[in-house]
């Protein structure tokens, strides 16, 4: 719980709890656990990736795909034929909101569902 400390000009050091606060719980049936949390750090999300001819080589059948977070770790690494569509499905950290996806000379960045699976 926050404590407010500040130095009395006399040079005591004072503590007071901050208004509002409520007292520290004391023991764990005291805690109140909101109905949605989960110890869940991470979350599976699905990616349907259709590319456009734009991102093949002119004689290609297949375009490399990659899939990143946002600070460059690789998630999935991959190809994907011509004119079909790439089911994939990457585990990413809850606090990741989006990932870069490279699909031949195409780039993305993917916004990301919240929940689980989307």
């Known amino acids: 719980m926050p404590t407010l400390c500040g130095l009395a000009l006399a040079g005591l050091v004072g503590c007071a709890e901050a208004p509002g606060e409520a007292p520290p719980a004391t023991s764990l049936r005291d805690v109140t656990i909101p109905a949605d949390f989960t110890f869940q ?64 000379k195409q780039r993305a960045s993917v916004q990301l569902s919240a929940k689980a699976g989307q």
């Not at 699905?46 to 002119?58: G, I, K, M, N, V």
């Not at 990143?68 to 994907?80: S, T």
């Not at 011509?82 to 499905?89: H, M, Q």
């Not at 585990?91 to 909101?97: E, F, G, L």
């Open 41 to 104: 750090t991470s979350r599976t999300q699905r990616l349907q990736l259709t590319p456009d001819s734009s991102a093949f080589e002119a004689t290609a059948k297949d375009a490399p795909v990659i899939v990143r977070r946002p600070d460059g770790a690789v998630l999935y690494r991959g190809a994907v034929r011509k004119g079909a569509t790439l089911d994939v499905e990457v585990s990413v950290p809850t606090a990741v909101n989006s990932v870069d996806v490279a699909i031949g």
